[in-house]
């Protein structure tokens, strides 16, 4: 299947941890993002990636650190984890061509106690 | 006032209704217009892209946009109830690929 996926869907931690969501697409594509949806359903930009450089970071903590090890995969890093990281996380990609359209995997629903 | 502002909703319609959807935008510098269509648990999906004022067809769905009243809409005809989801309008500036998102208007269709 072409597609966005991340790993993992569900993910529920405690205060102060580090976790890592992981996204990878298959589309061919060359900019990729992370994106948060907060339970009023608004979708923000947090960051975005073309070939593998960061060129958006949108006003996100230091705590959340992308990384890029190729053009096909944008993982997410957050450290100390607080209860207001609780949210849906996103992955998309866009083609070169058309950045405008984009392309969305199946979120990350992150849960902190 | 956010820059993009969209009724929540939820809108409920029977099976068949014409369901018309709505945005509307306060920056002008807004040229590219989207709709997503989300279900549950699921990532957005575009369903339509649009560049300038005017209206654009595919299949059941039509998007209009009309710049000067800074008010984008979606029709969706003969309505089914697959159609139920969450429908998030996003607009892009000139020399930007970064959409600004509404925050989406629940519609169900009922049998």
């Known amino acids: 299947d072409t597609a966005v996926s991340q790993t993992p869907k569900y993910l529920v931690t405690q205060m102060g941890n580090d976790k890592s969501i992981k996204c990878e697409q298959n589309?061919?594509?060359?900019?990729m993002y992370w994106y948060k949806q907060d339970s009023k359903k608004f979708l923000k930009i947090m960051f975005s990636?073309?070939?593998?450089?960061?060129?958006i970071n949108e006003t996100v903590p230091n705590r959340f650190s992308p990384k890029s090890p190729d053009k096909a995969h944008l993982n997410l890093h957050i450290n100390s984890l607080e209860l207001g990281d609780s949210a849906v996380y996103f992955c998309a990609s866009s083609p070169r061509t058309s950045r405008n359209e984009q392309f969305f995997g199946p979120g990350t629903r992150l849960t902190v106690l | 006032q956010k820059e993009v502002e969209q009724d929540p909703g939820p809108l409920s319609v029977p099976e068949g209704a014409i369901v018309s959807l709505n945005c509307t935008y306060s920056n002008s510098a807004f040229q590219y217009f989207m709709w997503y269509r989300q279900y549950s648990r699921k990532g957005p999906e575009l369903l339509m892209y649009t560049y300038s004022s005017g209206n654009k067809e595919d299949g059941r769905f039509t998007a209009q946009v009309d710049k000067s009243s800074k008010y984008i809409s979606l029709f969706i005809r003969d309505s089914q109830p697959s159609d139920s989801a969450t429908y998030l309008c996003a607009m892009i500036s000139g020399g930007s690929y970064i959409p600004t998102f509404g925050r989406g208007t629940s519609l169900i269709v009922h049998p």
């Open positions: 990636y073309n070939n593998k450089e960061l060129i």
């Open positions: 589309l061919g594509h060359d900019t």
